[in-house]
C-alpha cells in the first residue's frame, strides 16, 4: 500500500490528536505488504491515553477513514 504521495495519518477517539504515519517504519517492522485498512490500534500519540487510534488516508485527494 506504500505509493509516493499517499500520506496516511492516525486519529485517537479519545483524545483526539493526529500523528502521521511513518509508512516506511511501518512497512520494516510489518512487512511491505502489511495493510493498514480496518485497523486500529492503542493510542501511540498520547502517553497514557487509553483510546484507540483508527488510520486516515489522503491518497485520493481527500483525507478518508481506512475502513469499510
Ligand atoms: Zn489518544
Same mark, same amino acid.
Given at each position: 500500500m506504500i505509493r509516493s504521495g499517499v500520506i496516511c495519518s492516525a486519529c485517537c477517539d479519545t483524545c483526539r490528536e493526529w500523528k502521521e504515519v511513518d509508512l516506511q517504519a511501518l512497512a520494516q517492522v510489518k512487512g511491505?505488504?502489511?495493510?493498514?485498512? #480496518?485497523k486500529r490500534t492503542r493510542c501511540?500519540?498520547?502517553? #497514557?491515553c487509553k483510546g484507540w487510534n483508527r488510520f486516515y488516508c489522503n491518497g485520493r485527494g481527500r483525507l478518508e477513514p481506512m475502513r469499510d
Open positions: 511491505a505488504d502489511y495493510d493498514l485498512w #480496518g501511540r500519540i498520547t502517553p #497514557g
